[in-house]
């Protein structure tokens, strides 16, 4: 037996309308209907029921789409912040001074050292990290060279660094290093410089110059954010 439901309007009241469909034992089927009074309902009753039901739907989906963008924006700034962390924790690993990535021999072989002619160094990238930090940080930068030797792997050349801090395009500090050593073969160079607690929040710049005799270096120049926000290092 199937229960088929339909709702009428009489003269402004909805009723509820059974009809029961029976099957016949020689295959056909009678269809008995009837209305029930007492499930009827008001006309204004019924919409308003069926406007609150609409609004609720809109509503859960205005939720969802609320929570979706509420989950994406927390994971993003998780994420942010984990990176970060994961910037001071390098930062503080690493020690001033000079550390070998490449020996020269290997160096000579990757750039044709012997097409040089005498000691020819290049400066190959800076890196500053960690990228945000508090007023009051530490930031640690990173200077990575390669020198080929005119001969000897055991030659060094005698550098000057130049180093400037910018903000909003200002040159607010400066430092010059004098007789830094560089060896053949490829070397990181870890140096830091430590923000006055006072420091402006915003965004900083550092540009670094080597000079070497009869060579001068590209200026290269990467940022950093001083910000006051929670997961960073500090005073």
């Known amino acids: 037996m199937q229960n088929e439901i339909n709702l009428q309007a009489k003269g402004g009241i909805v009723y509820e309308k059974r009809a029961y469909v029976i099957p016949s034992p020689r295959g056909g089927r009678f269809i008995s209907s009837h209305i029930t009074r007492d499930s009827r309902l008001s006309r204004g009753a019924y919409f308003a029921s069926d406007a609150a039901k609409n609004a609720n739907r809109s509503f859960k989906c205005k939720m969802g789409k609320?929570?979706?963008?509420?989950?994406?924006?927390?994971?993003?700034?998780?994420?942010a912040g984990c990176a970060n962390i994961h910037q001071?924790?390098?930062?503080?690993?690493?020690?001033?001074?000079?550390?070998?990535?490449?020996?020269?021999?290997?160096?000579?072989?990757?750039?044709s050292c012997?097409?040089?002619?005498?000691?020819?160094?290049?400066?190959?990238?800076?890196?500053?990290?960690?990228?945000?930090?508090?007023?009051?940080?530490?930031?640690?930068y990173r200077l990575i060279y390669a020198m080929c030797p005119a001969s000897k792997f055991s030659e060094m050349v005698s550098a000057r660094v130049n180093r400037s801090l910018l903000y909003k395009g200002q040159e607010v500090?400066?430092?010059?290093?004098?007789?830094?050593?560089?060896r053949a073969g490829r070397w990181a160079v870890d140096s830091f410089l430590t923000l006055p607690p006072e420091t402006p929040l915003g965004v900083y710049a550092l540009a670094v110059v080597v000079e070497t005799p009869g060579e001068r270096s590209p200026k290269f120049t990467r940022s950093f954010v001083v910000s006051d926000e929670f997961y960073l290092s500090g005073e």
Do not use: C
């Not at 097409?115 to 930031?139: I, Q």
């Open 66 to 79: 609320l929570t979706r963008h509420f989950f994406i924006f927390s994971m993003l700034s998780m994420l």
């Open 88 to 111: 001071q924790i390098i930062s503080a690993a690493r020690q001033p001074g000079q550390q070998t990535l490449t020996t020269p021999e290997a160096l000579w072989k990757q750039n």
């Open 114 to 140: 012997e097409k040089a002619r005498g000691p020819s160094v290049t400066v190959e990238s800076l890196e500053v990290l960690p990228e945000k930090v508090k007023p009051g940080a530490r930031v640690n």
């Open 173 to 182: 500090a400066r430092n010059v290093k004098d007789n830094l050593e560089l």
